[in-house]
C-alpha cells in the first residue's frame, strides 16, 4: 500500500452541485497529481500541482480546479457537475520531476445522477 | 498529437509461459516511460520506468520492460507467467513535467 490516502471512498452527486474530493500525499512528495479514470479507460490528467502551484493541466474545462496546501495535502473541486463527470477520480504524489514515479491513492468513485 | 497505444485489450497467457503486453507511444523530444499495474478496487502501482540509460528496465515482481526509441515502444514482459499477475497494466508517458499520458490499459488474465 502507499502512503496516499484520498476521501471519501464513494459519493453520490446531482447534475449541477459541487463536489470536493481529498488527497493527502505521501511523506516528503511536494508534488500531487489528478486523475479522471472512466470505466474502461485509462486514467485522463486532469492537473498537476507542485509547492501549492499548479503547473501542468490537461484537457479539462475550468469547473475543474484544485488546491494543495502547505502539507501537501490536496483537493479537486468540480464545479456544475454533469452525468460524464462519473468516474473514479485517483490523485497520486511523487517527488518533483518529470522522472520520478507516482504513488496513487486508491481513489474516490463519484456518481452523478 | 501526444498519445500511448496499447494495441491489445486482452492478453491471455498460461502460467508459466513468457508475457509481453505491448506499448507505443508518439511523443515529441525524449518522454519518460512508466507501467503501472491496477488490481481490482485498488489504485494504480508502480512497476518500472525507463529515464534513461540500459533499453532493458527491470522493476518489481519480476517484470522488466524493453525500451525502443526506433520503434516508439515499451513492451512489458516476464519470462514466467503467475496467476497473480493477473490484473489491468496501464502504460504511461510523460513528455514533460507537466503532462502525463496513459495508454487505456491491458487486462492480463494467467490461467492455471
Known amino acids: 500500500e502507499t502512503g496516499v490516502t484520498q476521501s471519501p471512498t464513494h459519493l453520490i452527486k446531482t447534475r449541477g452541485q459541487q463536489v470536493t474530493l481529498r488527497c493527502s500525499s505521501q511523506?516528503?512528495?511536494?508534488?500531487v497529481s489528478w486523475y479522471q479514470q472512466a470505466l474502461g479507460q485509462g486514467p485522463q490528467f486532469i492537473f498537476q500541482?507542485?509547492?501549492?502551484?499548479?503547473?501542468g493541466r490537461g484537457n479539462f474545462p475550468p469547473r475543474f480546479s484544485g488546491l494543495q496546501f502547505p502539507n501537501y495535502s490536496s483537493e479537486l473541486n468540480v464545479n456544475a457537475l454533469e452525468l460524464d463527470d462519473s468516474a473514479l477520480y485517483l490523485c497520486?504524489?511523487?517527488?518533483?520531476?518529470?522522472?520520478?514515479?507516482?504513488?496513487f491513492g486508491p481513489g474516490t468513485r463519484l456518481t452523478v445522477t | 498529437a501526444q498519445s500511448v497505444a496499447q494495441p491489445e485489450d486482452q492478453v491471455n497467457v498460461a502460467e508459466g509461459n513468457p508475457l509481453t503486453v505491448k506499448c507505443t507511444y508518439s511523443?515529441?523530444?525524449?518522454?519518460?516511460l512508466f507501467w503501472y499495474v491496477q488490481y481490482p478496487n485498488r489504485g494504480l502501482q508502480f512497476l518500472l520506468k525507463?529515464?534513461?540509460?540500459?533499453?532493458l528496465v527491470k522493476g518489481s515482481y519480476g517484470f522488466e520492460a524493453e525500451f525502443n526509441k526506433s520503434q516508439t515502444s515499451f513492451h512489458l514482459k516476464k519470462p514466467s507467467a503467475l496467476v497473480s499477475d493477473s490484473a489491468l497494466y496501464f502504460c504511461?508517458?510523460?513528455?514533460?513535467?507537466?503532462?502525463?499520458?496513459f495508454g487505456a490499459g491491458t487486462r492480463l488474465t494467467v490461467k492455471p
Open positions: 511523443v515529441s523530444g525524449n518522454p519518460y
Open positions: 497520486a504524489s511523487s517527488l518533483g520531476g518529470a522522472g520520478y514515479e507516482q504513488y
Open positions: 511523506s516528503g512528495h511536494n508534488t
Open positions: 500541482y507542485y509547492r501549492e502551484e499548479e503547473n
Open positions: 504511461a508517458v510523460r513528455p514533460n513535467n507537466n503532462d502525463m499520458r
Open positions: 525507463y529515464i534513461t540509460g540500459d533499453n
